[in-house]
């Protein structure tokens, strides 16, 4: 049987068959009828392109557009090889890039090491540096090593900052301070083993100008467990500013700022009001001046010292020369009223500046050439926050104390006044600036608990105010001491670490 061709099914005779001129006719009839002419063709070609065949979308098949476009938007088309490798490209060099960035500003410029094998460091590499930097950049000690505080220690770290100090024991001798040496966020204590107190931690006034929330993060990256414990006892707060005291004079008007509190450090107290002036004698008896108003606090808003010269109140100026006291700002005094009595300049009692507790109000003044000007007093800082984390035991001796007291409010200015063309004038007390709150103390242990000293954690005393008088050294018109600041929250747990 002859074989035949794979396609048209053609016979093809063995070699041992004779072939007739029937068959080979048989063969190109065959051939002729499989075929397609030209005009078959173009038949072909004009049907296929009166055909519907839709463009493809995201729901449905059919026929595309390529693209080499790398920064397209169109679902309409497709990326041909050559914009994928662009992309590719792009993405490669971006990375090594931010690999760069990442090594340069996050991992070296933290004070962390970057083992690299190539010129670009890879993901698990820039991963080690990352865990080579230190919890903060002031974080001291080996928790594998035993320390002794056997005289007086001071560390040097950033304002605002924090100290991390870890010991497997700590032990501070009697007699021997350790304290931060700047206004910071807090003093960490860690542990592996046990700690021995029997001389003075000392945080007070050393409460930086933070919310207070800044530092939970260095303390979440202490070994083992500490974010649990932190859930569940929460984060301590410092005690409350204490509110400003009023101005003297001028119908009682110049109220002291309220204060603030914070958690972990000590709350910010309010400014005291400055003092007012007032005509007592003559045809003008009984016009006052007013002094400017302390300044307080609102939620969120940080201590931070303005130069403070905007007018609340409006300024008068007619002969002789009168002028309302400024209001303060967070925490500041209010500015004293000022009569210029022949002086030629102005030249208001300033409010004190707040450094944690508020600042004193600026003395009401009417005053002449001679005469000098008494401003208030800035307020002291807020109480700073103490944190011990401690696997084994925590003993206080009798001997040992924990500080994290607030300062004292500033005091208020006194009056100034002179008699002019036989007029009398008299000036009110400067208000006293509130106490600062003291910071919070926060101790988690492991083993056992024993304090036989002291936490201290009070708030400082209110300011206090100024004297008011008349030309005729008459005492009247006192301003309003400033209220203390309260004391900050002690938390002690045992953890099972």
Same mark, same amino acid.
């Given at each position: 049987?002859?074989?035949?061709?794979?396609?048209?099914?053609?016979?093809?005779?063995?070699?041992?068959?004779?072939? @007739?001129?029937?068959?080979?006719?048989?063969?190109?009839?065959?051939?002729?009828? /499989?075929? !397609?002419?030209?005009?078959?063709?173009?038949?072909?070609?004009?049907?296929?392109?009166?055909?519907?065949?839709?463009?493809?979308?995201?729901?449905?098949?059919?026929?595309?557009?390529?693209?080499?476009?790398?920064?397209? @938007?169109?679902?309409?088309?497709?990326?041909?090889?050559? !914009?994928?490798?662009?992309?590719?490209?792009?993405?490669?060099?971006?990375?090594? $890039?931010?690999?760069?960035?990442?090594?340069?500003?996050?991992?070296?410029?933290?004070?962390?090491?970057?083992?690299?094998?190539?010129?670009?460091?890879?993901? *698990?590499?820039?991963?080690?540096?990352?865990?080579?930097?230190?919890?903060?950049?002031? *974080?001291?000690? *080996?928790?594998?090593?035993?320390?002794?505080?056997?005289?007086?220690?001071?560390?040097?770290?950033?304002?605002?900052?924090?100290?991390?100090?870890?010991?497997?024991?700590?032990?501070?001798?009697?007699?021997?301070?350790? %304290?931060? &040496?700047?206004? &910071?966020?807090?003093?960490?204590? +860690?542990?592996?083993? $046990?700690?021995?107190?029997?001389?003075?931690?000392?945080?007070?006034?050393?409460?930086?100008?933070?919310?207070?929330?800044?530092?939970?993060?260095?303390?979440?990256?202490?070994?083992?467990?500490?974010?649990?414990?932190?859930?569940?006892?929460?984060?301590?707060?410092?005690?409350?500013?204490?509110?400003?005291?009023?101005?003297?004079?001028?119908?009682?008007?110049?109220?002291?700022?309220? =204060?603030?509190?914070?958690?972990?450090?000590?709350?910010?107290?309010?400014?005291?009001?400055?003092?007012?002036?007032?005509?007592?004698? #003559?045809?003008?008896?009984?016009?006052?001046?007013?002094?400017?108003?302390? /300044?307080?606090?609102?939620?969120?808003?940080?201590?931070?010292? +303005?130069?403070?010269?905007?007018?609340?109140?409006?300024?008068?100026?007619?002969?002789?020369? %009168?002028?309302?006291? &400024? $209001?303060?700002?967070?925490?500041?005094?209010?500015?004293?009223?000022? +009569?210029?009595?022949?002086?030629?300049?102005?030249? &208001?009692?300033?409010?004190?500046?707040?450094?944690?507790?508020?600042?004193?109000?600026?003395?009401?003044?009417?005053?002449?050439?001679?005469?000098?000007?008494?401003? #208030?007093? !800035?307020?002291?800082?807020?109480?700073?926050?103490?944190?011990?984390?401690?696997?084994?035991?925590?003993?206080?001796?009798?001997?040992?104390?924990?500080?994290?007291?607030?300062?004292?409010?500033?005091? =208020?200015?006194?009056?100034?006044?002179?008699?002019?063309?036989?007029?009398?004038?008299?000036?009110?007390?400067?208000?006293?600036?509130?106490? !600062?709150?003291?910071?919070?103390?926060?101790?988690?242990?492991?083993?056992?608990?024993?304090?036989?000293? @002291?936490?201290?954690?009070?708030?400082?005393?209110?300011?206090?105010?100024?004297?008011?008088? $008349?030309?005729?050294?008459?005492?009247? *018109?006192?301003?309003?001491?400033?209220?203390?600041?309260?004391?900050?929250?002690?938390?002690?747990?045992?953890?099972?670490?």
């Amino acid at each position: 049987m002859p074989k035949e061709t794979d396609r048209l099914k053609l016979p093809l005779p063995l070699g041992n068959e004779s072939v @007739t001129r029937e068959s080979i006719n048989g063969i190109f009839e065959n051939i002729d009828a /499989g075929v !397609a002419t030209r005009e078959d063709l173009d038949t072909l070609r004009e049907a296929v392109s009166q055909m519907d065949i839709p463009d493809a979308s995201l729901t449905q098949k059919g026929k595309v557009q390529l693209s080499n476009k790398t920064d397209g @938007t169109s679902e309409a088309v497709a990326a041909t090889e050559k !914009a994928v490798n662009d992309v590719r490209q792009l993405l490669f060099q971006f990375v090594s $890039d931010g690999k760069a960035k990442l090594k340069e500003t996050i991992v070296t410029g933290k004070g962390g090491t970057v083992s690299q094998a190539g010129s670009v460091p890879t993901f *698990d590499e820039l991963d080690a540096g990352i865990a080579s930097i230190k919890v903060t950049d002031y *974080d001291f000690g *080996d928790s594998s090593i035993n320390r002794v505080i056997s005289s007086n220690t001071t560390y040097s770290v950033g304002t605002d900052s924090y100290l991390v100090l870890k010991s497997k024991n700590l032990t501070i001798n009697a007699g021997v301070s350790f %304290e931060i &040496n700047s206004p &910071n966020s807090g003093l960490i204590l +860690y542990c592996e083993g $046990d700690l021995i107190i029997n001389g003075t931690i000392d945080q007070s006034e050393k409460g930086g100008w933070g919310m207070g929330d800044i530092l939970p993060a260095p303390l979440f990256q202490l070994p083992s467990g500490f974010n649990t414990m932190a859930h569940e006892i929460g984060l301590p707060w410092g005690g409350s500013g204490g509110s400003g005291g009023r101005g003297g004079g001028s119908a009682n008007m110049m109220v002291g700022g309220k =204060g603030a509190k914070r958690r972990l450090l000590g709350g910010f107290g309010g400014g005291g009001g400055g003092g007012g002036t007032e005509v007592r004698s #003559g045809s003008t008896k009984g016009s006052a001046l007013l002094g400017g108003r302390g /300044g307080g606090f609102e939620t969120n808003k940080t201590g931070i010292i +303005y130069d403070f010269q905007d007018t609340n109140r409006p300024s008068r100026e007619i002969d002789p020369w %009168e002028w309302n006291g &400024n $209001d303060g700002k967070y925490g500041q005094g209010g500015q004293g009223a000022v +009569y210029d009595l022949g002086a030629g300049t102005r030249a &208001n009692g300033k409010g004190g500046a707040c450094l944690g507790a508020g600042g004193g109000g600026g003395g009401g003044t009417a005053r002449g050439a001679a005469e000098s000007v008494s401003h #208030g007093l !800035a307020g002291g800082r807020t109480g700073g926050f103490v944190a011990i984390i401690v696997r084994g035991d925590v003993t206080i001796g009798s001997t040992g104390k924990i500080l994290t007291k607030g300062g004292a409010g500033g005091a =208020g200015g006194n009056a100034t006044a002179k008699t002019y063309d036989g007029i009398i004038f008299s000036g009110g007390g400067g208000g006293g600036g509130g106490g !600062a709150g003291g910071g919070a103390v926060m101790i988690l242990h492991g083993g056992t608990y024993t304090n036989n000293g @002291t936490i201290d954690t009070s708030g400082g005393l209110g300011g206090a105010s100024g004297v008011g008088r $008349d030309s005729n050294n008459t005492l009247m *018109d006192q301003g309003v001491s400033g209220l203390s600041g309260s004391a900050g929250d002690i938390r002690v747990k045992q953890i099972n670490f």
